[in-house]
């Protein structure tokens, strides 16, 4: 299993970026879904989960991000509103599959004042 991610970028804050997650190469079904960020110094940390029919968001981004997955292609995505400075990380976008976590490569968001 491969994850891709992509759409990272420099962003003014208040503006949107559409994060995406292309899964490859899995031939069992996705059990939870999520995006991580890392930003500098600082730990990994859970931006946006999914598991059945329960979605988690950290306090920080409610309201702002949605996470969201296209079936059919396969992709996750986290779409991120009214973006701000503190937001600027490399974010990570993660997938259960068979009891296995999967990771992509990251890409990053940076959010200028």
């Known amino acids: 299993v491969q994850l891709q991610a992509s759409g990272g970028g420099l962003v003014q804050a208040g503006g949107s970026l559409l994060l995406s997650c292309t899964v490859r190469g899995r031939t069992d079904p996705i059990s939870a879904m999520g995006w991580f960020r890392q930003a500098p110094g600082k730990q990994r940390e859970l931006v946006a989960g999914?598991?059945?029919?329960?979605?988690n968001y950290a306090d920080s981004v409610k309201g702002r991000f949605t996470i969201s997955r296209d079936n059919a292609k396969n992709i996750v995505y986290l779409q991120m509103n009214s973006l701000e400075p503190e937001d600027t990380a490399v974010y990570y976008c993660?997938?259960?599959?068979?009891?296995?976590?999967?990771w992509g490569q990251g890409t990053q968001v940076t959010v200028s004042s």
């Open positions: 999914k598991s059945g029919g329960t979605t």
């Open positions: 993660n997938v259960r599959i068979a009891w296995k976590n999967f």
